[in-house]
């Protein structure tokens, strides 16, 4: 009997918060489709079915795959697959996985397992997508509706046969209730300790489920932004995250720009240099607090329990928003985080820009512009 192959390491395996946030830089995520076959009452992106046609141009695949050996050396090691539901796109993310594959990244997908309704149709599912390592199948109260508990079941069994990491993802109110808890009981009985938790919230369909809790000075959430790095959406468009701020779509300065135009790395060497991204991803939002406090604004920055929840209310009020991209681009501040950049997580590339942005001035006696996007 030949033995399985084991499926290369990523984001699963890392084994702190601060080996996960120092991934980001290295991860990119695909968001292949807002359609889904599902319509769960507490989706964060606000997934149905009659969104189907919002999803990548068949080109798009091509032009993502040509610009795969840029991308491994670029230092990408590791390609997540969202949506919606994105096996709707099974030519996006086979090709584009087994291309992944290629140059040893390891890719992931986050999937209903709609799929495995019937056991055929979800044995062809797996062997499709054969180059994507880890599978995060998604159920929980609201996904009961639509998927029942045995295809979850079935997809899980399935994809441990062919050699994979599934791991069942349970998303719950909090505190936990007991309907939370009698699933995640029954999901224990066949996946062991092969699940993940995380909880609702108050984001696209979120928000008539549950509501995000205030916080004040002494309980609002300090720690760092926990991005799980850039997201390509289905028309393009590039967040700073998969989390809330990517569902922000109103113009603000953490979008990247656009896929269908611009070289996945130049977007990515954006992401890596950005000011604010960064700022928020070493220090959390302890620095723009300061900013907001030294110019009057404190009181407009609605403090929450959950850090990514405090980025949506700056992102939404444009006076903060402004107040913070001017700070953060600042020589002084680019040159802290820079250095902090390199401490933390061994990251070269702010300091890069700055040493050619301080090359232009040696030669041409004026200070360039700040580079807050890749050339
Ligand atoms: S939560 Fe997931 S499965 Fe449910 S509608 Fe949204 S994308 Fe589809
Ligand atoms: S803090 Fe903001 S940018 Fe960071 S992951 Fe949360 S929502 Fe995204």
New binding site residues.
């Given amino acids: 009997m030949v033995a399985p192959i084991k499926p290369k390491a990523g984001p699963r395996h890392v084994k702190t918060f601060h080996e996960a946030l120092a991934l980001s830089s290295r991860r990119l995520g695909f968001s292949v489709t807002q359609g889904c076959p599902l319509r769960c009452a507490h989706c964060s992106v606000g997934a149905a079915p009659e969104l189907h046609a919002n999803r990548y141009a068949s080109s798009f695949t091509q032009r993502i795959v040509d610009q795969m050996p840029e991308i491994a050396a670029a230092g990408i090691t590791s390609i997540d697959f969202t949506g919606g539901e994105p096996t709707l796109m099974p030519r996006f993310l086979g090709e584009v996985s087994a291309a992944a594959a290629e140059h040893g990244i390891s890719c992931g997908l986050v999937t209903a397992a709609n799929w495995a309704i019937g056991d055929r149709q979800a044995r062809a599912m797996v062997k499709r997508l054969e180059a994507i390592d880890h599978w995060d199948i998604s159920t929980d109260r609201y996904h009961l509706e639509f998927v029942p508990l045995s295809a979850v079941e079935r997809a899980f069994r399935l994809l441990q046969d062919a050699g994979k990491e599934p791991l069942i993802r349970i998303a719950h109110h909090e505190p936990i209730e007991f309907e939370d808890a009698t699933l995640i009981d029954q999901v224990m009985r066949f996946a062991g300790r092969s699940v993940a938790f995380q909880p609702i919230g108050p984001v696209g369909r979120g928000d008539q489920v549950v509501v995000a809790e205030a916080a004040d000075d002494f309980n609002w959430d300090a720690g760092?932004?926990?991005?799980?790095g850039l997201l390509v959406q289905w028309n393009g468009r590039v967040?700073?995250?998969?989390?809330?701020?990517?569902h922000?779509t109103h113009s603000h300065p953490?979008w990247l720009g656009n896929a269908n135009t611009s070289r996945m790395v130049d977007i990515l060497e954006s992401w890596r240099i950005h000011p604010l991204?960064q700022t928020?991803?070493v220090w959390?939002?302890r620095p723009l607090r300061e900013w907001f406090k030294e110019a009057g604004l404190l009181d407009g920055h609605t403090l929450r329990q959950?850090?990514?929840?405090?980025?949506?209310q700056w992102?939404r009020d444009p006076t903060l928003v402004e107040h913070a991209a001017g700070r953060a681009a600042e020589l002084e501040h680019r040159i802290r985080l820079a250095a902090a950049l390199k401490a933390h997580f061994d990251e070269p590339w702010l300091d890069l820009a700055l040493r050619r942005e301080a090359t232009s001035y040696l030669n041409t006696g004026r200070w360039p512009a700040p580079t807050l996007r890749a050339a």
Avoid at 306 to 312: A, E
């Fill in positions: 760092p932004c926990p991005t799980t967040a700073p995250c998969c989390a809330p701020a990517s922000e953490l991204i928020i991803r959390g939002f959950r850090v990514c929840d405090q980025c949506v992102l």
